[in-house]
């Protein structure tokens, strides 16, 4: 039998191919795609979710305001913000004509990293960019390419083109089903200076969120919170730091209290430096002192307000802590025996409903206080102020 | 000699080939989408990375009024514990979603799905009469939840720029089968043409006729 030519040997090969080939033409498949494991918590809020959060905010505020509801305005504010709305809607009942908070541009936005709850973050708005509405530059959600503590390239404050001055506002969720609360509104002192945060698609390392007795103590808050041991090699304060830092963050509120009551005689004073808010409250409470003088006798106290020693605390690039605590302060005046009587300024006449009293007369405010604790541990200084009167009595 | 069967059949095969990897391209082209109707029933969530199962564009729409949100996984399931729900684990291979109901226990805080939207852990949320979403770049780490009614239905549909992957090398294996068969066969013609041609006939019969000489 002869041998077949190339040629047709070739035939058997070439068919083979053919059937390969048509052997590779499976449907293709779709499989899901592996979750990214998490290497550091993401920050409590994108920037897009927080320009969200502060238009609801400002409308179930202005809605709660509207409506005169106690509960509307606990579901809307928490802490000092809610002390002060609370009285507002005493004195003043419903307001349907009340104004929305400025829900307009921020200049700087502070989300701690984290992956539990409670958790907060911090705002501070750009009058200069006025409000003209939901910001325009909020950058989209998208995470950065790298997660960096780059400082970002906005303005650690700015004013507005009449000296209006921004406002650091602070917004807390309590769980993962409710919604954020306005937790203060403090306005930025002339000339203060914030600490360089990371990219707000980055976060920051939380060191308070209001919660714990003493910041970041259970395990579960050295997790959750981004100790700078737990949270990367990129944290500004090295596990040393973090007791002295926590000691000093604890002693704020006290600290601070201290010094508007004494002032330069205050074992604290020391600690922070001189600034004119400590000047005008001592200035105001002499005032008042001198001015119901041999009518009434007046005693003024500064203390903690609430539970927490410290609110709310975050690290900057550097090592600079951003702290918020608040602090209370009650005034008495009491009568002496047929001395005459007292006249309560028009703010408080208007919470007491009466003009004058001879007996006692107790008003107590809410001062929430935004302090920046130096990384070399040098003197606290305060940046940002939100006061108000929060109740008044008379007897 | 090679019978003119071998080329012949190299280049029917090729074409054969040729046309039904043009098929597989263009009638037999694999669906630019997948996914499918499911039902929220009243809640839906899509698994760990399934969101991101083609890396594409992913649409969700529901019919009839619910909510539709994006979150970050870790929150949604935190948002979601609890909570009796639909679960969508995939695609399966008539390319529908692939969906097991996780039975809930008892309530947590507050009811989630009274008020989806109080929560303020969503990165893009819908809400009111037929609420629909595109997601344009699904990460591995976000999850879509739906919450709706019990006679709502909930279509996910995936972008996916798919071929046939057994296309291209057909369509190219048939075509250079065919031209190389054609080749083939035309010079097998030539060969011919040349064999017989008149004057190297004439030739052999002008030897055969010097011969006897």
């Known amino acids: 039998m002869s041998r077949p030519p190339w040629s047709a040997r070739l035939l058997g090969p070439v068919v083979l191919l053919g059937v390969v080939l048509a052997g590779c033409a499976a449907p293709p498949t779709v499989d899901p795609a592996a979750p990214a494991e998490a290497t550091v918590a993401a920050p409590s809020v994108l920037p897009g979710q927080a320009a969200q959060v502060r238009r609801e905010v400002a409308a179930r505020l202005q809605a709660a305001r509207g409506a005169g509801e106690v509960d509307l305005v606990e579901?809307?504010?928490?802490?000092?913000?809610?002390?002060?709305?609370?009285?507002?809607?005493?004195?003043?009942?419903?307001?349907?004509?009340?104004?929305?908070?400025?829900?307009?541009?921020?200049?700087?936005?502070?989300?701690?990293?984290?992956?539990?709850?409670?958790?907060?973050?911090?705002?501070?708005?750009?009058?200069?960019?006025?409000?003209?509405?939901?910001?325009?530059?909020?950058?989209?959600?998208?995470?950065?390419?790298?997660?960096?503590?780059?400082p970002s390239d906005e303005p650690s404050a700015v004013s507005g083109p009449g000296g209006e001055l921004p406002v650091l506002e602070l917004y807390d969720s309590a769980d993962v089903r409710s919604p954020y609360r306005l937790g203060g509104r403090m306005t930025l002192r002339p000339g203060a200076e914030l600490p360089a945060f990371p990219d707000?698609?980055?976060?920051?390392?939380?060191l308070a969120d209001g919660t714990a007795a003493e910041p970041a103590a259970s395990d579960d808050d050295a997790d959750q919170d981004g100790d700078a041991a737990e949270d990367g090699s990129d944290d500004a304060t090295g596990p040393g730091d973090t007791a002295e830092l926590e000691a000093v963050l604890a002693g704020l509120a006290d600290g601070y209290a201290s010094v508007l009551t004494e002032g330069d005689a205050s074992p604290a004073a020391a600690e922070f430096e001189p600034d004119p808010f400590v000047e005008g409250v001592l200035a105001r409470a002499e005032a008042e002192r001198?001015?119901?003088?041999?009518?009434?006798d007046t005693t003024v106290t500064h203390a903690p307000f609430g539970d927490d020693p410290v609110l709310y605390a975050v690290e900057g690039v550097e090592g600079d802590v951003l702290a918020v605590t608040a602090v209370e302060t009650v005034t008495t005046m009491t009568v002496q025996p047929g001395a005459g009587v007292l006249q309560p300024g028009a703010e408080v006449r208007e919470v007491v409903g009466i003009e004058s009293t001879d007996g006692t007369l107790t008003t107590r405010s809410v001062a929430a206080l935004a302090f920046v604790v130096p990384a070399e541990r040098g003197a606290i200084r305060l940046v940002a102020v939100g006061e108000g009167l929060v109740a008044a009595d008379a007897t | 000699m090679v019978p003119r069967v071998v080329p012949t059949a190299v280049a029917a095969l090729g074409l054969v080939l040729a046309v039904v990897g043009v098929v597989m391209l263009t009638v037999q082209a694999p669906s630019q989408q997948?996914?499918?109707?499911?039902?929220?029933?009243?809640?839906?969530?899509?698994?760990?990375?399934?969101?991101?199962?083609?890396?594409?564009?992913?649409?969700?729409?529901?019919?009839?009024?619910?909510?539709?949100?994006?979150?970050?996984?870790?929150?949604?399931?935190?948002?979601?514990?609890?909570?009796?729900?639909?679960?969508?684990?995939?695609?399966?291979?008539?390319?529908?979603?692939?969906?097991?109901?996780?039975?809930?226990?008892?309530?947590?805080?507050?009811?989630?799905v009274a008020d989806p939207g109080l929560a303020d852990i969503w990165l893009?949320?819908?809400?009111?009469?037929?609420?629909?979403?595109?997601?344009?770049?699904?990460?591995?780490?976000?999850?879509?939840?739906?919450?709706?009614?019990?006679?709502?239905?909930?279509?996910?549909?995936?972008?996916?720029?798919?071929?046939?992957?057994?296309?291209?090398?057909?369509?190219?294996?048939?075509?250079?089968?065919?031209?190389?068969?054609?080749?083939?066969?035309?010079?097998?013609?030539?060969?011919?043409?040349?064999?017989?041609?008149p004057g190297r006939r004439d030739g052999?019969?002008?030897a055969t006729a010097r011969g006897p000489r």
């Open chain 1, 75 to 150: 579901q809307t504010a928490v802490g000092p913000a809610a002390a002060l709305e609370l009285l507002r809607l005493d004195v003043d009942g419903p307001q349907p004509a009340a104004l929305a908070l400025d829900d307009g541009s921020v200049a700087v936005l502070v989300g701690p990293r984290t992956d539990g709850w409670p958790r907060w973050f911090a705002a501070v708005t750009d009058p200069a960019a006025g409000a003209a509405g939901p910001a325009a530059s909020v950058p989209p959600d998208e995470p950065p390419d790298e997660r960096s503590d780059e």
């Open chain 1, 200 to 206: 707000a698609r980055a976060g920051a390392v939380s």
């Open chain 1, 290 to 296: 001198a001015a119901v003088a041999g009518v009434a």
């Open chain 2, 34 to 112: 997948v996914g499918g109707a499911a039902q929220a029933a009243p809640v839906l969530l899509t698994a760990p990375g399934v969101l991101a199962l083609t890396g594409e564009a992913v649409a969700v729409d529901v019919s009839g009024d619910g909510f539709v949100g994006l979150g970050r996984t870790d929150e949604v399931a935190r948002w979601a514990d609890g909570v009796a729900h639909t679960r969508v684990d995939g695609v399966g291979e008539d390319l529908e979603p692939d969906t097991t109901v996780v039975d809930g226990d008892a309530p947590g805080l507050v009811d989630p």
């Open chain 2, 124 to 197: 893009q949320e819908q809400a009111g009469a037929s609420p629909s979403l595109v997601v344009q770049a699904p990460g591995p780490d976000q999850t879509v939840v739906v919450v709706a009614g019990s006679t709502a239905s909930v279509t996910l549909t995936w972008q996916r720029p798919a071929t046939h992957p057994g296309a291209w090398p057909l369509l190219v294996g048939g075509v250079l089968l065919l031209v190389l068969g054609t080749a083939w066969l035309v010079a097998l013609n030539r060969r011919r043409t040349r064999r017989d041609r």
């Open chain 2, 204 to 206: 052999r019969v002008a």
